[in-house]
Structure formats: C-alpha cells, structure tokens
C-alpha cells in the first residue's frame, strides 16, 4: 500500500510540473510541425512549377537554326494546342521581344549538337521575371526526338523503363514479399525510436529521481516511515508510467500522421500489415528495456550526492546504452559478429543491441526470449541494490559512497 502511495504522489507532483508537459509534447509538436511545413513546400512547389509552366496566354517566338525541329506546335497547361511562331533568324526574335510582339523567344544556334544551350528571352509584363518558360521548347524537343527513333530506344534514354525485381530467401529459397519484410520490421524500428526518445527525454528526470531527496534533506524523514525498497519501487512505476504517458504522446500524432499520408497515397506503394505477434514482443523488450533503465538511473541516483554528480553519471550509462548504434555493422550481417553476441548479453547495452537484431531478423526467438529474461532480471536485482544503497547511504548529503565499507556489510542488512 505504501509503495502505490509513493507512485501516486510522486505521478502526481511530475504530471503538474509543466516542463514535463514541455518536453512530452516537444517531439510530436516537431513531428506534426515538420509533416505540415513539407507539405505545404511541396504543394506549393508544385504550384509555382505549374504557373511557370502556364504559356496559354503568352506569344511565343522559336528560331531554329538547325532546323531540327519541325512541329510548331504543342498541348499548353490547359489542355489545348499552342502555336508557337517560327522567326527567320536571331535578330528578328530579339526585335520582336523589344517591340513587345512577343512575351517569349527560343533561338537554337548552329552548333547546337556540340554545345546543347538555347537561349530564352523573356520580356516582362505577361512573363513573369521569376518564371521558368523551358517546357514548352522541352516538350517541342521531345516530341522531335522520340519521332526520330524507335520507341523502345525513346524509352531506354529516357529512363522510362520498369524493373521488377523478386527476392529469394536463401534458407528455402521462398519468395519473400516485401510487404511482409516491411511489416516485420516496423514494430523493432518503432521500439528502438522509442526507447531512444525516452533517453534523451527522461533521461535527466530518472537519474535525479532519488538525489532531489537528499539535496532537500528530507530523505532521513522519509526512512522513519517507509522501507527503502517500497520508497524505490514507489518511484519506479512512477517514473515508468511517466514514461508510457511519454509513450502514448508520441505514438498517438504518429499514427494520425500515418493514416492520413495512406489516405493521400504519400506512402510507398507497400501493403503493410501490423503484425500482433512482433507487436507484442517489441511491446514487452522496450518495457523491460525501459524498467531496466529505470533501475539502473535509480541507481546513480542513490550513489550521487548531487544532481551534477548524477547527470555524470548519467551520461556514461547512456553511451553504454547506445553503444550498439555505434557498432552497428556488428548487427547488420546475416550471423552477428562477436561483438555483436557480446552487446546483446551485456546488460546496459542489450536493449539497443536486440532491437537491432530484431530489426536485421538475426535474432531467434529463444535469444530474444533469453535477452527479456536478463533484462527484467538484472532491473530487479539493481533495484534492490538502490535500495539497499538508499538505505545506507541516505543521510551522507556531500559524501561519496564507500563502496567497500557498504558491499562489505553483512548480507542480513539487505532486508532492511
């Protein structure tokens, strides 16, 4: 009862803090702010292309001095077919632009197989100054060229040519869909984002969880009513259903962002099916990964006198977390290498290096259940050694914690 006392007070005071509020809301702020700002760039990029390809009211003028071209004529922005003038020479194109007679004028020099530029002059007024007017001497172009050869070449050149590419499994040699890949590895690639963004959002508020205490001297109060190890656990399902509220407020905008770019068809052409099972035990690694970070920032807390001494701390515990990000060739490869089996089964860095094997699908089943044993193994045991810690240790406000003097104390003081 006394340790549901101190997760719903310590839930509690966190939730009416605002700067939680701030830095739970801050990445799906950033996600929704990104997803409508590229939006809007690229529908307005294509607005601006499509009005300055807009000729339809525009007098247009083409010297070709090689004479390659010899349709005239094109299908404007608005579906109908535009005329476009042919002038005699260069300098008659120029005085028709000076004396207005044309809004644009196209000239192709002689040499234009050698050096491939054509000359665009525009006078403003019709023709907008910041407008670009190549489409319509690029679609007289094309049209020329692809009259001039088969069209299967016309195809090659132009890049229009699908592929269609099928993937074998080198087990049984299956057809793998690539669908199901996709589906396969977005519940790891989800848990991995998540328990990344909860170490650098929470990381802070977990390693200074139980130095508060002392630094506001209170901790001696504290231990006259309650049991070191309810005041920890206490603390801990606090901090971790901070940290599924954390959660729920980044997958929720993430999930509206995904329905609504399938519903625009912005997403790749992939029919992805989320599959319960790797939901499920993705669901349970990030948990026991975020209990076992919990525990292990619980710890530094009970041997720092300092929020500063903490956050030292803190900050080695969290490279040792994220260590296999930074050997991730040691995961990518169909067998992992040695480094790779060794960052699995060490426990700090084990959350990160399953996720990745998860993701890579080099993990067996039995290895990722072995992985979540020792996770929840090794939270629970570093659990009761803050406790144990905190108990010790509790009144020393400025002092470091003597690890001899205290690991060398008789084992019957655990039960304290």
């Not at 997760?7 to 700067?19: G, H, Q, V, Y």
């Not at 229009?160 to 790891?188: F, I, K």
């Not at 810690?389 to 019957?412: E, M, Q, W, Y």
Request: hydrophobic share 50%; proline share 4%; with cysteine.
């Amino acid at each position: 009862m006394k340790t549901l006392q101190v997760a719903r007070f310590e839930l509690t005071r966190n939730l009416k803090k605002p700067s939680f509020w701030l830095a739970a809301l801050m990445v799906p702020v950033i996600l929704v702010a990104y997803v409508m700002i590229v939006g809007f760039t690229s529908y307005s990029a294509t607005e601006d292309l499509m009005s300055g390809s807009d000729t339809a009211s525009l007098r247009l003028g083409l010297c070709d001095e090689t004479e390659y071209i010899r349709q005239y004529t094109f299908m404007n922005s608005d579906g109908k077919e535009q005329t476009v003038a042919k002038i005699n020479d260069r300098d008659a194109g120029l005085k028709a632009i000076e004396n207005s007679e044309l809004d644009v004028f196209y000239y192709i020099a002689p040499n234009f197989a050698e050096q491939p530029t054509i000359e665009i002059h525009v006078k403003n007024g019709e023709a907008g100054l910041f407008d670009d007017y190549s489409a319509p001497i690029s679609t007289l172009l094309g049209a020329e060229a692809q009259s001039r050869v088969e069209p299967i070449n016309y195809m090659i050149i132009a890049g229009a040519v699908n592929y269609s590419t099928t993937n074998y499994d080198q087990d049984d040699n299956h057809v793998v869909d690539m669908g199901e890949t996709v589906s396969h590895m977005l519940a790891p690639i989800a848990a991995i984002v998540l328990f990344y963004i909860i170490l650098v959002l929470l990381g802070n508020r977990l390693t200074v969880a139980m130095t508060e205490e002392k630094e506001n001297r209170i901790s001696e109060l504290l231990l006259t009513s309650i049991k070191p190890i309810n005041l920890i656990i206490g603390k801990t399902i606090s901090l971790m259903v901070l940290g599924i509220i954390q959660i729920l407020i980044i997958l929720i905008p993430a999930l509206v962002v995904y329905r609504i770019a399938d519903n625009y068809n912005m997403l790749p052409d992939i029919e992805i099916t989320f599959e319960a099972g790797s939901i499920a035990i993705s669901l349970t690694l990030l948990l026991c990964s975020y209990f076992m970070f919990t525990a292990l920032s619980m710890l530094i807390g009970t041997i720092s006198s300092t929020a500063r001494d903490a956050n030292s701390y803190a900050s080695v515990l969290i490279i040792m977390m994220i260590l296999p990000i930074i050997f991730l060739n040691a995961f990518s490869a169909e067998t992992p290498t040695t480094l790779g089996y060794v960052l699995t089964y060490f426990p700090p860095s084990a959350p990160i290096a399953l996720m990745l094997r998860n993701i890579f699908g080099n993990l067996p089943t039995w290895e990722m259940i072995i992985g979540i044993i020792e996770i929840f193994v090794v939270g629970a045991l570093v659990l009761r050694l803050a406790a144990y810690i905190f108990c010790h240790n509790a009144i020393s406000f400025t002092a470091k914690v003597d690890f001899k003097k205290l690991l060398g104390a008789p084992r019957k003081q655990w039960k304290n």
